[in-house]
């Protein structure tokens, strides 16, 4: 059974905050099996007990959250006449009301979040929140040291507005290979930045999100499960390499 705090569960269901649920189970306004419960460190099963706040069961729905290495050719959607989706991916008993969180072109591969928490989301995608993105891209030649001042500078890529300044970094062994860390999730961004400064993506593949990273030891095309506050990781920024 699982089986968590009567405070922390009121909280998470929406009821209140943390200190306004507690003030509302001393008040003896909540109940679990028909008893009144007056400890906010009283523990529930959310999937057996039956948890009452003013004679109103209170509904909680555990939010899911998966890593997912997405392999080439797979569309980043939750249904698709023609193509298999991330989804397609997870097992049929899994995919209830599971989305990708963001998008990734069909042929670039790497780290995907999915769940079914839709505030979350919302938080990740947010062009306010400017969430750094790790991308490691095969180019067909070396980068220039001026096309990577431009790339850190911010480029026109013809939108209305320059990208903002990435972050470049070069690998020793073989120089066709570059990170690149951006703060936006514009339509093909990486790709149009790269075509601007006069290089092609051979391939591209996303390796972190804020601070969660992709597992190394995940093949492309399986997925695991993450707790939520692995999860959360992705809107933490101070680990950034």
């Known amino acids: 059974m699982r089986r968590m705090r009567l ?20 008040k003896g306004r909540i109940s679990v099996n028909g008893i009144v419960v007056n400890k906010s460190d009283h523990k529930v099963d959310f999937e057996t007990d039956t948890i009452l706040f003013d004679q109103e069961q209170v509904s909680y729905h555990k939010n899911v959250y998966y890593m997912l290495n997405k392999p ?15 989804i397609d991916l997870f097992e049929k008993e899994n995919r209830q009301g599971l989305f990708p969180v963001g998008r990734l072109d069909k042929d670039t591969t790497g780290l995907m979040v999915i769940t ?5 989301a919302h938080k ?4 306010r929140k400017h969430i750094p993105k790790t991308y ?14 431009a790339l850190e ?3 026109d890529i013809g939108d209305a507005k320059l ?18 860390t951006i703060m936006e999730g514009r339509f093909h961004q990486v790709k149009r930045m790269f075509q601007v400064v006069g290089r092609s993506v051979l391939s591209l593949k996303r390796i972190q999100i804020g601070n969660l990273l992709l597992d190394q030891s995940l093949s492309e095309g399986s997925y695991k499960a993450l707790t939520k ?6 809107l933490e920024t101070s680990e950034m390499n």
Do not use: M, W
């Open 116 to 120: 079914d928490d839709g505030a979350f």
């Open 136 to 149: 490691v891209a095969l180019l067909d030649e070396a980068l220039l040291a001026s096309s990577v001042d």
């Open 153 to 155: 500078n911010g480029l």
């Open 72 to 86: 080439s050719g797979i569309v980043s959607a939750t249904t698709d006449n023609h193509d298999t989706t991330v």
């Open 124 to 127: 990740v995608l947010s062009p």
């Open 229 to 234: 506050e692995e999860a959360f990781q992705c």
């Open 7 to 26: 405070d922390k569960l009121l909280a998470d269901a929406g009821i209140g905050s943390r200190t306004e649920v507690k003030l509302l189970i001393r």
């Open 163 to 180: 990208t903002l300044p990435a972050t470049v970094r070069i690998e020793e062994s073989n120089r066709e290979i570059v990170h690149l």
